[in-house]
């Protein structure tokens, strides 16, 4: 199994410290916003619990943003996931 550069998460205090806080916040059903300059490893961090998570309980799907994403196209982005899911698991 090849593992692609991009994906290899090299773990630092900080990345720990955000993934034990996370997990024990969604545990107990806190909303969590995860904030900081880019290149932190927010996404990082998120992006591997929502791959720790049983994929036969839950759906992963991630919606990238950029200062021109507008509601609009939030919606439709959204909507064009769920379609496709549901029409590939009916």
Known sequence: ?????SEVIIPTAESACQSFFL????????????VGPT???????????LSSL?????IRSV????ARTSAN?????????LDRYFTLSC
């Open 73 to 81: 196209q939030t919606q439709e982005i959204t909507m064009s996931k």
């Open 54 to 58: 049983p994929r036969d309980k839950f």
């Open 39 to 49: 290149g932190t490893g927010k996404s990082a961090v998120i992006l591997s619990y």
């Open 23 to 34: 997990k024990m916040m969604l545990e107990a059903k806190i909303p969590v916003l995860f």
């Open 63 to 66: 919606v990238n943003f950029s």
């Open 1 to 5: 199994m090849s593992v692609q550069v």
